[in-house]
């Protein structure tokens, strides 16, 4: 009997010693299954209508259907394609045609659910379990999420994989961990076939990394890394490329073209100056304001060549969605600056995060002025976020049908008149200057030549490409040469002169082909037996100065044609 006291007494014991650490057991489980309800409810759920497939009418008809076509039919990159963007461009806006839009979709929700993984990676190493930090660390990716969203899904793509880079540059060079950095490599190669300007910056937001592996000469870790890359790139090097030659040219294209683009720089209009002034200067202060940490200091200092790049991406091209890019990245760097802060107190805390909303109200009230609609745009896809329309199929699908219907209203202006779509029914043809979205309205069969628009040829090589190509039996049956509302014939894009862009291509075209109809902005070119030009001979060489005149030598007949070289 005293036994059996003794035992019950030991059993209460055993019980009570248990039930706390149950209980606590119980709560920290329950906390960390509410953690990941929140963060799924606000970084996935309340997203969604981003990683939709952002199927839009396009913002330069030109080039979007260019890269839809080459991925429907199968274009060789570095043999039929030279552009800017790469094999995977058309996912900028995808469609109408049907692979871009079948393919579109998985891609792009990987894409996009993996930069959300890498923000969740980061959040969690930055603040303590559970802790508000942690809670408005996910707010805050979920604002970031919405901010570098935008209508046309121009920056979108760029935007996420920069802000991918960072998440794991960071998460690298604070862990140490080899995992964050095996997780970049399918980001490199896919921004490569994408566009090499998003390349060249998630590349440069990843040297603080490459400079830690060379000074702990981790060997093994770079075999393991270069490895995973080739790994990653085999597949589409084999499709998109076929074989070494393809690709060698297509990378000294994509080189040409970036060079051509970083090379200039525009502070007209006054909205790139206004970009400086409201919205980077105030934002690098915070930046520096924020962190206390001397090793963030030092990763900051690492990134100068991204902000560097940056600059002179934003600054290339005049136009709202450029200055729009480089003011986004900075406010979204705003924002990873305060995910990535130490644990403080929580005072402190709000003090800066106060200081964070004070530069996004001033982004926000000069943001028209930087970019239009800009405001609208972002309250916008707040709205949209909290609107469960997009889980409707029938709604997604009035929407995809509105969005055809205005991409053929779009189109409408590039119905050839009859007489001309019926010679070149079925045969190769290509279009000059630039309006490639003549070949899908009128469902033409394209043959381009390999830098298709005539204001991306602007260097030696590029044009160089072009001539041999219209010199060869690959040339088109025919070309038709779309002009653009009432711009005079020999007028490029943005106020420029075709003899400036491409020179050698535009001298082939009249030296090899003949015109044979004319009606409304579109008139017929056929290739010719025999050149009607003979090939160019030096009638005379001067040397002189800028800013200074030169005398053109004349010739006999009222026929030729003077050619200057520089």
């Not at 082909?513 to 409304?520: A, L, N, P, V």
Request: aromatic share 18%; with cysteine; net charge positive.
């Amino acid at each position: 009997m005293i036994k059996k006291i003794f035992s019950s007494i030991d059993s209460q014991r055993t019980l009570n010693f248990l039930k706390p650490s149950f209980i606590a057991f119980t709560l920290r489980n329950n906390f960390r299954l509410s953690e990941g309800a929140f963060a799924f409810i606000v970084l996935f759920f309340l997203t969604f209508y981003i990683i939709i497939v952002p199927f839009s009418a396009g913002l330069d008809p030109s080039w979007q259907f260019a890269m839809n076509y080459a991925f429907e039919h199968g274009l060789i990159f570095g043999k039929n394609i030279i552009f800017t963007y790469g094999p995977l461009g058309f996912l900028v806006a995808p469609g109408p045609m049907y692979l871009p839009l079948i393919f579109a979709n998985p891609i792009l929700i990987v894409i996009n659910s993996y930069m959300i993984l890498s923000f969740i990676f980061l959040v969690k190493l930055c603040s303590q379990e559970r802790s508000i930090k942690r809670y408005s660390g996910y707010l805050l990716t979920f604002l970031l999420i919405t901010i570098i969203n935008d209508r046309y899904f121009v920056r979108s793509l760029d935007l996420n994989l920069i802000f991918t880079s960072l998440n794991l540059s960071f998460l690298f060079y604070r862990t140490r961990k080899p995992a964050y950095l095996l997780m970049s490599a399918p980001i490199l190669v896919f921004s490569f076939l994408y566009k090499f300007g998003a390349f060249a910056m998630c590349a440069s937001i990843y040297l603080p990394s490459y400079l830690i592996i060379i000074k702990n000469r981790s060997l093994k870790l770079m075999f393991l890394y270069i490895s995973l890359i080739i790994l990653f790139f085999i597949p589409p090097y084999l499709y998109f490329f076929r074989n070494l030659s393809n690709l060698i040219n297509f990378t000294h294209g994509y080189l040409e073209l970036s060079y051509g683009y970083f090379a200039a720089s525009s502070s007209y209009p006054p909205i790139h100056e206004n970009a400086f002034a409201i919205v980077f200067l105030p934002i690098a202060f915070l930046a520096f304001y924020l962190v206390k940490n001397k090793e963030f200091r030092v990763f900051l200092i690492s990134l100068i060549p991204f902000f560097w790049l940056v600059a002179k991406y934003s600054f290339c091209i005049e136009g709202p969605w450029f200055s729009g890019f480089f003011t986004t990245v900075f406010l979204g760097f705003a924002f990873f600056t305060i995910i990535v802060l130490e644990n403080v107190e929580i005072l402190s805390f709000l003090k800066r995060f106060a200081l964070t909303w004070f530069i996004m109200l001033i982004f926000l009230i000069s943001s028209n002025s930087i970019m239009p609609n800009y405001y609208s745009d972002l309250l916008s896809n707040i709205s949209n976020s909290l609107d469960f329309k997009y889980f409707n199929v029938a709604n997604l699908t009035a929407m995809t049908n509105n969005v055809k219907t205005q991409t053929w209203k779009n189109l409408e202006i590039d119905i050839l008149p009859e007489n001309i779509a019926k010679k070149v029914a079925g045969l190769p043809v290509d279009i000059y200057p630039w309006e490639s979205s003549v070949i899908f309205a009128n469902h033409l069969n394209w043959d381009p030549r390999p830098v298709f628009q005539s204001y991306t040829d602007y260097t030696p090589w590029l044009d160089s490409q072009n001539d041999a190509f219209l010199r060869s039996d690959k040339a088109p049956e025919y070309y038709i040469w779309h002009r653009v509302g009432n711009n005079p014939p020999f007028q490029s894009f943005r106020g420029g002169m075709l003899l400036n862009d491409d020179p050698k291509t535009l001298l082939d075209i009249l030296r090899n082909y003949s015109m044979i109809e004319r009606e409304k902005n579109f008139t017929l070119l056929k290739k010719d037996t025999s050149p009607s030009i003979s090939e160019p001979i030096i009638i005379g060489e001067s040397e002189t100065s800028w800013n200074s005149w030169i005398d053109v030598p004349i010739m006999g007949s009222d026929k030729d044609i003077v050619l200057a070289k520089i």
